[in-house]
């Protein structure tokens, strides 16, 4: 049973405007949220995270918004940049503050920014 | 720092063989993990550490072996290749004291078995 989801295999948008990544979970014990950035031939590298006691954080252009009733989780990318372009892994853990650290992963969406 | 290493970038292998494929990190990190990355399925926990001496399984252990001599290496042992294990690897760590699970990961190991 996947308990990570990330329905939306792939997405296109232009240059400028705004990418939305969508994620959904199952796990009512996930408690820790991240998202990983994934170019070919290189390991992920992490992006930006969220605890379950927040609804929103951002960093630059990256923001990531939780929805714990909904079990949903989105990281939205403004102004979208071609350099973007990669895959993009959301991650879950259990515990309080994450510390239990093993990382369940979705099977990630390809995103595509045209210039 | 170097970070997260892993050797080597590339392996073929014959069906029965078996190989280790090394990690190693310079970052401290108590905390150390192996995933493997087939294409549609993400990153699939194998195996991880918390510490010199500890280790346990994760999500598909089965064909794999690991052990925890030291802080900084975490060697995944294949005891005899299968065409299923053909794979991207990928080795992972994260301090623990600081209560995130940020984790960091090598550049992988993309494993074909034949």
């Known amino acids: 049973d996947q308990q990570v989801k990330q329905n939306s295999p792939s997405l296109s948008v232009q240059e400028g405007r705004i990418s939305i990544l969508n994620c959904d979970y199952t796990?009512?014990?996930?408690?820790?949220f991240l998202w990983y950035k994934k170019y070919p031939a290189e390991g992920p590298t992490f992006l930006i995270s969220?605890?379950?006691?927040?609804d929103k954080n951002e960093d630059g252009r990256f923001t990531v918004f939780l929805n714990k009733s909904a079990k949903h989780l989105s990281l939205h990318i403004v102004p979208s940049q071609p350099g973007d372009s990669a895959v993009y892994f959301c991650?879950?853990?259990?515990?309080?503050?994450?510390?239990?650290?093993?990382?369940?992963f979705g099977k990630g969406t390809l995103l595509t920014v045209n210039p | 720092n170097a970070g997260v290493t892993q050797t080597p970038k590339f392996q073929v292998l014959k069906t029965g063989q078996s190989m280790t494929l090394q990690c190693a990190q310079d970052?401290?990190?108590?905390?150390m993990s192996w995933y493997r990355q087939d294409p549609g399925m993400g990153l699939r926990l194998i195996h991880y550490?918390?510490?010199?001496?500890?280790?346990d399984q994760g999500e598909v252990p089965n064909g794999y072996n690991v052990s925890r001599s030291t802080t900084e290496d975490f060697p995944l042992r294949l005891l005899s290749a299968a065409p299923s294990q053909t794979s991207v690897y990928f080795c992972?760590?994260?301090?623990?004291?600081?209560?995130?699970?940020?984790?960091?990961f090598g550049p992988g190991t993309r494993l074909t078995v034949l």
């Open positions: 796990n009512s014990m996930f408690d820790y």
């Open positions: 991650a879950a853990s259990e515990g309080p503050g994450g510390s239990n650290y093993k990382l369940t």
């Open positions: 550490s918390v510490g010199a001496g500890i280790t």
């Open positions: 970052m401290n990190h108590e905390y």
């Open positions: 992972a760590s994260s301090y623990m004291s600081s209560g995130y699970n940020e984790q960091f």
């Open positions: 969220i605890s379950s006691i927040k």
